[in-house]
């Protein structure tokens, strides 16, 4: 086993490891609270759905952060204040699930991969401080902003504006310095509720890198950052545990079913699909923040 193997390995086992731990203190917090609280716990079929389909288009590329912001603001599922916790602690598992698939499958540099998975996990435990104490006013207007540069991220792929990318499998010296801090920066906006991988595969593209490497990375990144960010909003309370629980059961078999039995789409339909309906939560979501009060 040469060095990049071991290091895959031992990356793949500390990611299992996370995910066990995660789930355990998930599973521990909750167990207390629930002594308290005879209100229903387990998801209903329409998170289950949520879930299902959020993280099968994940895996597949189209990211689930804005794609499941659409669909709570659409049914008004959950306050508004609620869903970058809910989005955080219910996709972690079924993200490491996606992180073990491509890290296992997909070639890239080792160096690369642990640099950008690293600042991302900063990032995310810097930046879930700063969320969770943020007024409801605040999350509702970063939040549209955010569905707002995401509808705009699948217009330029529809068009594609977007960069092709190059061969490389890694990065190096000033290039990967640069990458580094700009992932540092979308782990922190992750705990917002703004999906990292749409950014990270521009960013690798933009630096050279062949986009199928980009998978590993932001995959990798996300499940390493969420269980950190989303066991903070577990300890906060600020998240929704019924609409987390459906995130969480029904996206595994989403992931396992597009990484191993569907493979593949023709997803330009389905990216303006999304367009249009992350347009029309983004507008709901800033008429909440401006009809709500200021703080």
């Not at 689930?64 to 219910?90: E, W």
């Not at 000033?174 to 906006?189: C, K, P, S």
Request: proline letters at 5%; hydrophobic letters at 60%; one cysteine or more.
């Amino acid at each position: 086993m040469n060095a990049t193997q071991a290091g895959t390995t031992l990356l793949l086992s500390a990611l299992t490891l996370l995910a066990l731990a995660y789930a355990w203190r998930w599973w521990a917090i909750e167990r207390r609270r629930a002594a308290a609280d005879t209100a229903p716990r387990r998801p209903g079929a329409p998170d289950l759905l949520t879930g299902f389909i959020a993280n099968f288009f994940d895996t597949l590329g189209i990211g689930s952060f804005a794609t499941t912001t659409a669909m709570f603001k659409l049914r008004g599922r959950i306050d508004d204040d609620r869903i970058p916790g809910t989005l955080n602690v219910g996709h972690a598992l079924p993200t490491v699930a996606q992180a073990l698939i491509f890290i296992a499958v997909v070639e890239v540099d080792l160096a690369t991969l642990l640099g950008m998975i690293a600042a991302a996990v900063l990032g995310a435990w810097l930046g879930v401080r700063v969320v969770a104490r943020l007024p409801r006013r605040a999350i509702q207007i970063g939040m549209g902003v955010a569905l707002l540069v995401a509808a705009g991220l699948f217009l330029a792929a529809n068009l594609n504006w977007l960069p092709g990318g190059g061969g490389a499998l890694g990065l190096r010296g000033g290039t990967l310095a640069f990458a580094i801090a700009v992932n540092l920066l979308l782990g922190a906006l992750m705990m917002l509720g703004i999906g990292l991988y749409a950014p990270c595969l521009i960013l690798v593209s933009l630096l050279g890198m062949n986009p199928i490497a980009a998978f590993p990375v932001m995959m990798g990144a996300c499940a390493f950052l969420m269980p950190v960010g989303g066991g903070a909003f577990v300890r906060s309370g600020r998240y929704d545990l019924r609409a987390a629980l459906g995130l969480a059961v029904g996206g595994i078999p989403g992931v396992l079913v597009a990484a191993f039995i569907v493979k593949s789409l023709p997803l330009e339909w389905l990216r303006w699909l999304v367009v249009a309906v992350v347009l029309v939560a983004a507008a709901q979501m800033l008429m909440s923040a401006r009809r709500a009060p200021r703080a």
